[in-house]
């Protein structure tokens, strides 16, 4: 079965300043896919980045951007110019291609950004 | 376009009592998830379902839970005979077909809390 760890239970920032998350995950599959997800106050959650395995040009979205070490399996996400908006639990998920739908999650970062 | 719709947002039962939390999925979308969020935890996978079908439902405790998908109407997650082990967030995701790269998107969560 896979898995997803994040190390991280908590991490700080200054507004403005970069700051990465990390995330490892163990699978034996070769084609799969990543995820970033935030989950702010509200608890909603919202997809922040996704990977597609087999691609190795990194995702970028605006000042997210990931690290994607297929060997290593890692996939570490990136956050330029944090702002106070970015404060959030931050989930990584991993999800198997094609079959069954479901994503597996890592218990999360907590992100918080420091005026 | 309303998103996906859940609802109770909140709801309260004594042990031994039942839960049911309702999912309408966005416009459009024939495909349903079910995830539990623990306290201070990710997201665990529980079922996914098509309409009148379900496709996965290994997540799923074997007794007390069942998730339906009909023809018409919201999916239900009921829980029967709840325990305090029950409290927790219970979130539905939707997404328009199954495959690579479809997008799942997530509802705003149902707390349950077991008193």
Redesign the interface.
Known sequence: AQTVTQSQPEMSVQEAETVTLSCTYDTSESDYYLFWYKQPPSRQMILVIRQEAYKQQNATENRFSVNFQKAAKSFSLKISDSQLGDAAMYFCAYRTQGGSEKLVFGKGTKLTVNP | NAGVMQNPRHLVRRRGQEARLRCSPMKGHS?V?W?RQLP??????MV?LQKENI??E??MPKERFSAEFPKEGPSILRIQQVVRGDSA?Y?C?S?VT???????Y????SWLTVV
């Not at chain 2, 201070?40 to 996978?45: A, C, D, N, Q, S």
């Not at chain 2, 199954?98 to 799942?104: E, K």
């Open positions: 495909h998830y995830y201070e935890e990710g997201l665990k996978f996914y496709i996965d290994s997540g967030a979130f995701a997404s199954s495959g690579d790269w479809n997008t799942i997530f509802g705003e969560g």
